[in-house]
């Protein structure tokens, strides 16, 4: 920080001091100036809106296009969502899926980056190299790829189901052909096989990530517990845990504010917006707002809800981030 | 006996991993006949690629060709990478290489506004798009996609241009370039690789978005692929072997990328910070 200081004061030398000073002080906001406003414009400026919006009826896009009047209706959006059960159903859902979702993700994610920190070296990097994989594919394909794998006549699963013994099959679900049944239709079928889809995708993060803490702090503590006779279980819990706790902390976070929010997978699982025994607060917000007939004025008090709801999370998040970075 | 386990339990990781990638591009590469067959087979026995010339020879959705969406990608994605990578480098110098007091506080606001959640901006920027009229057109998507792959450029680039020793910049100085100079003859260069791994985060942001797409754009000639995807994916969803190839080709640009520029994105995450 001196060293900057005084740097760029050698080099300015030649300049009156003056002229120095100013420049000094004026650069770095000039360089600043383009990003701030696209930040400001296409950021913060939409999310005061959509405030600012959901204390309006609007129900044509004539009004957004401004040749009608916005009637101001104070809170009544927000009251009739709160007071809507369907509202609370959604949140249910929202809340139950997420809570699920981080668990497993971070559950498994946590056991995969052990797992490619005790394996050999050849093992390791092909285990990466396929965990990569399912994280670079794109949310809209790789959910399309799982619904094919889920598709009723030809997919691989209803194949698998079909193979299992008849009496088995029917002892367990009560029936024995699974051809023409539909995974998609039973809304808990439904979020059991998008948690699946989030969870491949979400998973690889966590797992490079605790990965990349295993490889950041000394291995000999663990191995000093395991020749003390601790069992991995026990390890885990009283070495590699506390040491990556602050890991942890960011990593639970992020989860949580993605899958809060899922709204691609979601979209192509259910094949649009049509299913509202599936919705989540992202997709009903979405939906209220865009389908026929459009309720821009209701869909933004759903998004605002939402935004609240992840604002705490991210005060969480930040807060740890600007921890670690003291510490650094 | 462990070791066995271990490795056991790594195949099935990879295994569960990569399935359904392998199965995209195996299924896209089977004659019908084995995609609707009542057993499916592990690799395609007679391997065709007449679902890739369906798809890149004949109209996903009548009068618009494949080539034709993925063209709008492209155009929307390389403009955002551009805009984006040239306001993240001002950005990213401001942050890196100068002390100001308001310098904290942007910091803060960078990581802030990455955790906005963008599904909750699909109606005020709808609005915004609507105002401008700039509906049905690619520049409202270049736009919207800027916005959301700012933050998180200037966050990764930051570390990349404090990286570049400031000794060099300084005996430019010295020799007596100017500032504008010693920028783009010296710093930039050495910036380039980080610049690089930047874009392509900010190019597979604008590639595999859909929401903003879906909304914003009617006319079928300006949809983006995964509009046109999730288009003829809900027309024709039995059409298994031309939607794997189409996922296909989707797909490879940005698994390629990705896997140069993973690491930076660990990094750029969880790290939050590198140091500045």
Request: a positive charge.
């Amino acid at each position: 920080m001196t060293t900057l200081t005084k740097a760029t004061g050698e080099a300015a030398a030649r300049e009156t001091p003056a002229r120095r000073r100013r420049r000094v002080d004026r650069l770095p906001y000039l360089l600043l100036l383009p990003c701030l406003a696209i930040i400001g414009v296409l950021l913060l400026w939409p999310l005061g809106q959509v405030v600012m919006m959901s204390f309006y009826k609007l129900d044509s896009v004539r009004q957004l296009r401004g040749d009608r009047e916005w009637p101001w209706v104070g809170l009544a959006n927000y009251a009739q969502i709160l007071g809507d059960p369907f509202f609370r159903t959604v949140l249910r859902n929202t809340v139950l899926f997420a809570v699920a979702n981080v668990v497993l993700t971070m559950i498994l994610g946590t056991l995969v980056g052990l797992l490619l920190n005790r394996l050999g070296k050849k093992m390791a990097t092909f285990v990466a190299s396929c965990v990569m994989l399912a994280w670079a594919t794109p949310a809209l394909t790789g959910t399309i790829v799982w619904k094919w794998i889920f598709d009723d006549t030809s997919g691989l699963v209803t194949w698998l189901f079909n193979k299992l013994p008849d009496g088995l099959s029917t002892a367990v679900f009560g029936r024995s052909d699974w051809t023409g049944y539909g995974w998609f239709n039973d809304p808990l079928l439904f979020f059991a096989i998008l948690t699946l889809v989030v969870v491949w995708h979400s998973f690889p993060f966590i797992a490079v990530s605790v990965l990349a803490g295993l490889k950041s702090v000394p291995s000999e503590l663990q191995e000093a517990a395991r020749v003390d006779g601790a069992g991995p279980w026990r390890v885990f819990w009283s070495v590699t845990f506390p040491m990556l706790r602050p890991v942890f902390g960011i990593l639970v976070v992020l989860s949580t504010i993605w899958d809060f929010k899922v709204f691609t997978q979601q979209f192509v699982l259910a094949g649009g917006t049509q299913d509202r025994s599936t919705f989540m607060l992202s997709i009903y917000s979405y939906a209220e707002a865009f389908s026929p007939p459009p309720k821009y004025g209701l869909g933004s008090s759903i998004a605002v809800i939402l935004t609240l709801i992840l604002l705490v999370v991210t005060g969480v998040y930040v807060r740890m981030v600007l921890r670690q970075e003291d510490e650094s | 006996m462990k070791k066995i386990a271990l490795n056991g339990a790594g195949l099935l990781v990879a295994l569960f991993a990569a399935f359904p990638v392998y199965w995209m591009v195996a299924t896209s590469l089977k004659p019908n006949r084995e995609i609707f067959s009542a057993t499916p087979r592990p690799v395609p026995a007679k391997p065709t690629l007449e679902h890739y010339r369906e798809i890149l020879t004949g109209n996903l959705i009548p009068g618009v060709t494949f080539t034709d969406f993925f063209l709008n990608s492209a155009l929307v994605a390389v403009a955002t990478v551009v805009l984006s990578g040239l306001v993240a480098l001002l950005a990213a110098t401001a942050v890196a290489r100068f002390r100001f007091k308001l310098r904290t506080t942007f910091l803060i606001l960078l990581l802030v506004v990455q955790m906005i959640p963008l599904e909750a901006l699909v109606i005020p920027l709808f609005l915004m798009i609507q105002r401008l009229g700039l509906y049905n057109t690619l520049p409202s998507l270049i736009l919207t996609y800027l916005g959301f792959s700012l933050p998180f450029a200037v966050w990764m680039l930051r570390g990349f241009v404090a990286a570049v020793p400031k000794e060099l910049e300084e005996a430019a100085a010295i020799d007596g370039a100017s500032r504008a100079q010693t920028f783009r003859k010296v710093l930039f260069p050495l910036v380039a690789p980080g610049l690089v791994a930047t874009s392509i985060f900010s190019f597979i942001t604008a590639w595999n978005e859909l929401i903003f797409a879906l909304t914003f754009i009617n006319d079928q000639h300006r949809y983006t692929l995964p509009v046109a995807m999730t288009f003829f994916f809900g027309r024709d969803d039995t059409a298994w072997g031309s939607v794997m190839a189409a996922s296909t080709l989707f797909t490879l640009p940005v698994i390629v990328f990705f896997l140069l520029v993973q690491r930076r994105m660990v990094s750029g995450l969880v790290a939050g910070a590198v140091k500045g």
